[in-house]
């Protein structure tokens, strides 16, 4: 079964640091790309960052480029975001998908995690 559950997310002030997790179990990540998303209260969901199959290639989106970096473990089939800089603007739900396709769709998605950012 497979099953994506986000870690990290939390309350920080504007300037601070965050790094959420995304544990993956059914399925070894490192032979899928995978990738963060987020939404803001009121909304759409938007695309943060990718990473590939083989983690040689990370996508940014253009405005988080130098504040936020994807990576993975293998070892522990985890896929991180971390978020540095932060910023009000960045508050939202920020959730993990698998196979992201251009169109905005995944064909697995975590329940997401909350990051609240203060001013």
């Known amino acids: 079964q497979v099953q994506l559950v986000e870690s990290g997310g939390g309350l920080v002030q504007a300037g601070g640091s965050l790094r959420l997790s995304c544990a993956a179990s059914?399925?070894?990540?490192?032979?899928?790309?995978m990738a963060w998303f987020r939404q803001a209260p009121g909304k759409e969901r938007e695309f943060v960052a990718s990473?590939?199959?083989?983690?040689?290639?990370?996508y940014l989106t253009d405005s988080l480029k130098g504040r936020f970096t994807i990576s993975r473990d293998n070892a522990k089939n985890t896929v991180y975001l971390q978020m540095n800089s932060l910023k009000p603007e960045d508050t939202g739900v920020y959730y993990c998908a698998r196979n992201p396709t251009g169109s905005g769709r995944a064909d697995y998605w975590g329940q997401g995690t909350q990051v609240t950012v203060s001013s």
């Open positions: 990473i590939s199959w083989g983690g040689g290639t990370t």
């Open positions: 059914g399925f070894i990540v490192s032979n899928y790309r």
